[in-house]
């Protein structure tokens, strides 16, 4: 087989722990395997090359810092290279601008437009395992760029699907993927399979085992995911299509986010172009709306609530109230002390009762949802933030998610 | 003018040495001239990564020792960048992969073959100040290399000859070229003016101010050098082609090392072939050799005495006592305990009696001649170790080298 595996900051964050590593691959190797390895920078690095540069100036030009930041997988992939070549196993270490990885020159979240896969194969064929630098890419016109925070599992996403893998590792730091956050729900189960789809939505809405953009380019191009830990031997969790069982399974897990802060409008004129106004200026300072929710009232005007990260919540608020204005709305209000908490499940696409049995467990505690947004397969509720670990076990239990849970055929 | 300057890795050693290095350089930026600026890895960086290099393995795999210890110049190019931006001056960075800077593939001793100055020249005539991460370069096949230590003087030297600059600046953390080592002799004399050839002498026989592939592309290519202090502002040395002024000095300089061993092979067989048979191995093992001296004795055998560097002294030692035993050797033995103490200058071609002067000055203080070598503007003398200082002293005071001093015209 194929392999391509990743491994984070924590995996190779001293020589020590690198050697566990190069072991790892090693006993991969062994077995006939032939080998790539995607490396992040050694924990906390790419924090202290940033830090050093804010030191000089809060907004560095991106193109400098992405020079300066790519240096920490080029470290770490050329320490590895050498602590296997130590172990008598021959290897190569390549930069993103050595295979290349062309990307858009969108400097510090840069995005892959195409791998060049030819300079990897080559060395595989000699025989050779290949270590890649995570995170990294380059311009056509030769600039090294980054890929944003977490761009290390699309690396190596990426580079399994140009290399047509067999399948993709990425080794961190939890033992997979949970029903909820082990450190809040003790009897969390770490699920053996779940699909792009749910994995999708899990990510999406607080799960921060994998990054978003690295799920999606797995399934667009059905790269089969394996998600484990660098520490301990076990199974992990498998990320691919969706097949007959997971359909059977109502909810597959419980997430929750805190990253949000909700901003409401009132009294806006209910009219077309009215949200475009709205919405308009935020886009175009770079903050990303998640829900959105707008309601009709019987005066012919028009309340409207939105969620935006939570550390764009100032600057939004000052540009909603500027277009409040505009509009003439009465009021605009927003709140920084919320929580989103998810339910997300395959099987929710053909089965109801779903949402209320999500209510009631909420309402059952007394805890007030402000916000509700929907996908085919998640269910959103935006509460107060103190709320946050209460719900999520409470919705834990009330799932039993603790179990493997079939939904019963209905007859 | 079109200038280069290169600063350090003491000059860029903190934020706070490097933003006086870019107040410097916007000083010159500000009168009008063009600047690139060719930085060494921050003081201790490169260090650090080859030690982390030699924990796993003493001699790790030169291609990924390239791409690990070139970060160094990475990070350095990029903060300084920033801190030219910072102080409202546009600037941008350039790896040597990316001018590009193309080098043979010896692994961490790897030298330039070509430089393309079109993309630096495009980024001049916009205005912007040029930085160049030094010490780095890139094979045709797109390799990482190094051009080994005080590589990013050579990378200065070179740019230079390649952008056609007018002059070509090394600000290091000494104020100059002395007549002798000032930590040895008190009232050494900074040098206002010396010749590439002396300069090269000088840097062959010990003086660690410039790098002696540096003065030798600055001596092709006619590159006027300036060494002067980051730290104080002084006038340095200006190191460009012989002139008249120069060719009436006697002696430019004293210079000692003591980074060699001798070694010495006794009753060898005074016939062809037999210095190939002493030399073949050590140069087969990279071992390179300084001075030589053979005598043939009247019994039809010669000795035969040779210098290398200390680090080497050990190994050879072995080599020639296995070459002495093929030979019939009586005797082979060795010294690692010795110096080498020259003096250099131009106007030795054109005036007899330094010799003279310079044997009876150590004679006189008790300090034995070992070895002699002479080329055709130095003379070195291998001397004890012990008498390093005295002598190097001496030789200062009987040149008379604490003032300017010009060969009297004679009738």
């Keep these: 087989m194929l392999i391509v595996q990743k491994y984070g900051g924590t995996s190779v964050a001293n020589l020590e722990r690198m050697r566990a590593v190069a072991e790892r691959i ?7 395997h032939d080998i790539v390895v995607v490396v992040s920078a050694m924990a906390g690095e790419t924090d202290r090359l940033i830090h050093l540069a804010k030191q000089i100036i809060s907004n560095p030009p ?24 130590s172990l008598g196993y021959p290897s190569i270490s390549f930069l993103g601008f050595q295979i ?6 969108l400097f510090n979240k840069a995005r892959i437009k195409e791998i060049k896969g030819e300079k990897i194969k080559n060395e595989l064929y000699q025989g050779k395992i290949v270590v890649v630098a995570g995170f990294q890419g380059v311009t056509e016109k030769g600039d090294i760029t980054t890929l ?3 761009g290390s599992d699309t690396t190596a996403v990426a580079l399994a699907a140009a290399l047509k893998a067999d399948l993709c590792e990425i080794y961190t730091d939890v033992e997979g993927v949970y029903t909820a956050d082990p450190r809040i729900v003790r009897n969390a189960r770490k699920l053996k399979k ?3 789809e749910e994995m999708l939505e899990m990510a999406s809405s607080g799960a921060k085992v994998l990054e978003m953009r690295s799920v999606e380019l797995a399934m667009i191009y059905k790269v089969p995911l394996i998600v484990k830990s660098s520490f301990i031997n076990s199974e992990g969790t498998l990320i691919t299509e969706e097949d007959e069982e997971m359909e059977k399974v109502l909810v597959s897990g419980i997430t929750y986010s805190r990253n949000e802060a909700r901003i409401s409008i009132y009294g806006v004129p209910d009219r077309p172009g009215v949200a475009a106004q709205i ?3 935020i886009g175009e300072n770079g903050i990303i709306v998640d829900m959105i929710i707008q309601t009709a009232r019987p005066d012919g005007k028009a309340d409207l609530s939105f969620t935006v990260p939570r550390t764009d919540y100032k600057q939004t608020l ?14 605009v209000e927003g709140d920084d002390k919320i929580a989103k908490v998810s339910i997300v499940g395959a099987g929710m696409r053909t089965h109801s009762g779903v949402a209320t049995k999500m209510f009631s467990t909420l309402a059952k505690h007394n805890i007030n949802i402000m916000m509700i947004s929907t996908s085919e397969i998640k269910l959103s509720c935006v509460i107060d933030e ?4 209460l719900a999520v076990r409470a919705l834990h239990e009330a799932f039993q998610l603790e179990n493997e849970v079939y939904i019963k055929e209905e007859n």
Tied chains: 1, 2.
């Excluded at 930041?69 to 992939?77: D, L, R």
């Excluded at 290349?100 to 020159?105: A, E, S």
């Design 279 to 281: 919405f308009g200026p």
């Design 386 to 389: 103190k709320y946050t670990e």
């Design 148 to 150: 944003g925070r977490g």
């Design 26 to 32: 090693i006993k991969y190797k062994k077995e006939g």
């Design 100 to 105: 290349p990885i062309y990307t858009t020159d």
């Design 318 to 331: 000052e540009i909603i109230k500027e277009v409040g204005k505009t509009l003439g709305a009465e009021k």
């Design 62 to 85: 991106p193109r400098e810092l992405d020079l300066l930041i790519s240096t920490g997988e080029q470290i770490s992939s050329a320490l590895l290279s050498i602590m296997l070549y």
């Design 194 to 196: 779940i699909s792009y």
